[in-house]
């Protein structure tokens, strides 16, 4: 039988008709997702013959105004070709990832099949914010709270989870709840006069994100107390316990401990054990932002790091970092699952129906603070269900393991310094040889600034920049992709003396 579809043309002028059905037209649908396909192949495959650069630096004008200039598509341009150039501008005008010598940020090149997967949710629109709007986003979030969850060692019916746009919105969220649970009614009542200050205890290497949590919850900046860190970077627990007991004579109401797992600058791992006894001790919310670091429960060699995050009254974890797929992908958990309501004390009765009640406890909506959010997770499903979750292992000890092996290399060096030993895949170091022994830190940290930007621009290798705690600048490795090999981090630190090397000359002419 064939579809009459005499009367859609009514409302319409034919032309318009004509154009709306093409834009929907399932063989063209397909035609495009083979040529893409092809063109993903090709791309992968130049990349991984480490052909091109690695960033594709312009700078932001020449970009956006290739970008206007895209945007002129003609009537009657040839789809199946234009779409094929424009996939192309995308490839040539953007970052390659999965160019092993990315070796940049805490965002991975991310296992490809993840983007197809989610490709699949995006392209048929899967969203979520009630469970029957996207059941089966609905289920297979689900499914990976409590695997992730019990991977991390809470128990099974005791826990809540669920997943949002990225690590800053995850921390927000988590610390929303906990300021609404220990100040009880906050949420209702605003922060009247009369009422205690609060405080947010945080670890001195803390993510932005954190503090500016502070700002959003009303508790503000400058009511963050941020606790020192040992010779490792880490949060010194001593410290910990004399900030909780001062602030406890002078009944301060604290909104959360914050602790990391593992802070950002160089991967520093909190003792999360011994600061979930002190918050024990002192009867106070305990957070950890392991937004990098959740990912080692999948491994067995590196769990150990983050042993007594299951102790946390909140956590994040990002999947869209360690977890290797793409961006955004973040994990909210409670341990105590009666505070998953706890963060928005609120009804939507349009959207949560009271003739189907037992529905609520599968709306996400009423966890997060997107309403529509986009079926984040099937990524992450799909190549857990593809692989086995021991991907994720395997992916924490190649990557983890290379660190050490790039550690090794600059610790053999005599031109270089290590300002820390990893715990991770986060690698701080300087190019420091002899001919600059009589500069000071600061021009030293200057020299490895240039030496970065010199490097990304050519997109010969991308690599980030940090400061010491003291200030000075730095040169930051973070090894987020899996095809990354030694040869190449040798390669790397052989680019460094060489801009370096010509930068020091140029300096001393
Ligand atoms: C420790 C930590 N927390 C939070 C964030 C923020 O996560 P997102 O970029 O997903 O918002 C980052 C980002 O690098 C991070 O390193």
């Given at each position: 039988m064939?579809?009459?579809?005499?009367?859609?043309?009514?409302?319409?002028p034919q032309s318009v008709t004509d154009r709306v059905r093409s834009y929907f037209d399932p063989a063209t649908v397909g035609s495009l997702a083979v040529r893409l396909g092809e063109l993903l192949q090709n791309h992968f495959e130049k990349l991984s013959r480490r052909e091109g650069p690695v960033l594709n630096w312009n700078l932001p004008e020449s970009n956006i105004a290739a970008a206007?200039?895209?945007?002129?598509?003609?009537?009657?341009?040839?789809?199946?070709?234009?779409?094929?150039?424009?996939?192309?501008?995308?490839?040539?005008?953007?970052?390659?990832?999965?160019?092993?010598?990315?070796?940049?940020?805490?965002?991975?090149?991310?296992?490809?099949?993840?983007?197809?997967f989610d490709a699949v949710a995006s392209v048929t629109n899967q969203v979520m914010a009630i469970y029957e709007m996207g059941p089966w986003a609905t289920a297979v979030e689900r499914a990976l709270v409590n695997m992730w969850a019990t991977q991390i060692g809470l128990k099974p019916g005791t826990f809540a989870g669920f997943v949002t746009n990225g690590g800053s919105l995850a921390n927000l969220t988590a610390l929303l709840t906990a300021r609404n649970v220990v100040l009880g009614d906050v949420w209702e009542s605003g922060f009247g006069a009369g009422r205690p200050q609060p405080v947010l205890v945080v670890q001195s290497d803390a993510h932005y994100c954190v503090a500016r949590s502070a700002g959003i919850l009303g508790i503000g900046t400058e009511n963050i107390r941020r606790v020192p860190l040992d010779e490792r970077r880490r949060m010194d627990v001593g410290a910990l316990r004399e900030i909780l007991e001062e602030l406890k004579q002078s009944q301060t109401p604290v909104v959360a401990v914050v602790a990391a797992a593992c802070a950002t600058p160089i991967g520093a791992f909190d003792p999360l054990d011994e600061i979930a006894d002190v918050c024990e001790e002192f009867g106070v919310w305990m957070h950890v932002d392991a937004a990098h670091g959740g990912a080692t429960a999948f491994s067995d060699q590196h769990r150990h790091l983050i042993s007594g995050l299951e102790r946390a009254d909140s956590f994040i974890c990002d999947a869209h970092k360690t977890l290797f797929v793409p961006a955004l992908c973040a994990f909210v958990f409670y341990r105590n699952r009666e505070h998953r309501f706890e963060t928005f004390r609120q009804e939507a009765s349009y959207l949560f129906d009271p003739s189907a009640p037992g529905m609520a406890e599968y709306d996400g909506g009423l966890l997060t603070i997107e309403c529509t959010k986009h079926a984040a997770t099937y990524g992450m499903w799909g190549i857990t269900a593809l692989y086995g979750k021991e991907l994720f292992g395997d992916l924490i000890d190649h990557t983890f393991a290379l660190t050490r092996?790039?550690?090794?290399?600059?610790?053999?060096?005599?031109?270089?310094?290590?300002?820390?030993?990893?715990?991770?895949n986060i690698q701080v170091f300087r190019y420091q040889p002899a001919a600059v022994a009589n500069w000071s830190a600061e021009q030293v940290g200057n020299l490895n600034r240039q030496i970065r930007r010199t490097i990304i621009e050519s997109g010969e290798f991308y690599l980030v920049q940090t400061t010491d705690a003291n200030g000075a600048g730095a040169l930051r490795v973070c090894l987020m992709n899996p095809m990354t090999e030694e040869g190449d981090l040798r390669h790397l630190l052989d680019h460094i003396r060489k801009v370096g090397t010509s930068l020091i000359n140029n300096a001393s002419m």
């Amino acid at each position: 039988m064939s579809a009459d579809h005499s009367n859609v043309d009514s409302v319409s002028p034919q032309s318009v008709t004509d154009r709306v059905r093409s834009y929907f037209d399932p063989a063209t649908v397909g035609s495009l997702a083979v040529r893409l396909g092809e063109l993903l192949q090709n791309h992968f495959e130049k990349l991984s013959r480490r052909e091109g650069p690695v960033l594709n630096w312009n700078l932001p004008e020449s970009n956006i105004a290739a970008a206007v200039e895209s945007l002129k598509s003609e009537r009657g341009d040839d789809v199946p070709q234009r779409f094929e150039q424009l996939v192309q501008l995308a490839f040539s005008k953007g970052h390659n990832l999965h160019h092993p010598r990315y070796v940049g940020h805490q965002v991975p090149a991310s296992v490809p099949a993840a983007g197809l997967f989610d490709a699949v949710a995006s392209v048929t629109n899967q969203v979520m914010a009630i469970y029957e709007m996207g059941p089966w986003a609905t289920a297979v979030e689900r499914a990976l709270v409590n695997m992730w969850a019990t991977q991390i060692g809470l128990k099974p019916g005791t826990f809540a989870g669920f997943v949002t746009n990225g690590g800053s919105l995850a921390n927000l969220t988590a610390l929303l709840t906990a300021r609404n649970v220990v100040l009880g009614d906050v949420w209702e009542s605003g922060f009247g006069a009369g009422r205690p200050q609060p405080v947010l205890v945080v670890q001195s290497d803390a993510h932005y994100c954190v503090a500016r949590s502070a700002g959003i919850l009303g508790i503000g900046t400058e009511n963050i107390r941020r606790v020192p860190l040992d010779e490792r970077r880490r949060m010194d627990v001593g410290a910990l316990r004399e900030i909780l007991e001062e602030l406890k004579q002078s009944q301060t109401p604290v909104v959360a401990v914050v602790a990391a797992a593992c802070a950002t600058p160089i991967g520093a791992f909190d003792p999360l054990d011994e600061i979930a006894d002190v918050c024990e001790e002192f009867g106070v919310w305990m957070h950890v932002d392991a937004a990098h670091g959740g990912a080692t429960a999948f491994s067995d060699q590196h769990r150990h790091l983050i042993s007594g995050l299951e102790r946390a009254d909140s956590f994040i974890c990002d999947a869209h970092k360690t977890l290797f797929v793409p961006a955004l992908c973040a994990f909210v958990f409670y341990r105590n699952r009666e505070h998953r309501f706890e963060t928005f004390r609120q009804e939507a009765s349009y959207l949560f129906d009271p003739s189907a009640p037992g529905m609520a406890e599968y709306d996400g909506g009423l966890l997060t603070i997107e309403c529509t959010k986009h079926a984040a997770t099937y990524g992450m499903w799909g190549i857990t269900a593809l692989y086995g979750k021991e991907l994720f292992g395997d992916l924490i000890d190649h990557t983890f393991a290379l660190t050490r092996r790039l550690y090794q290399l600059l610790s053999e060096a005599d031109d270089f310094v290590t300002l820390h030993e990893p715990q991770c895949n986060i690698q701080v170091f300087r190019y420091q040889p002899a001919a600059v022994a009589n500069w000071s830190a600061e021009q030293v940290g200057n020299l490895n600034r240039q030496i970065r930007r010199t490097i990304i621009e050519s997109g010969e290798f991308y690599l980030v920049q940090t400061t010491d705690a003291n200030g000075a600048g730095a040169l930051r490795v973070c090894l987020m992709n899996p095809m990354t090999e030694e040869g190449d981090l040798r390669h790397l630190l052989d680019h460094i003396r060489k801009v370096g090397t010509s930068l020091i000359n140029n300096a001393s002419m």
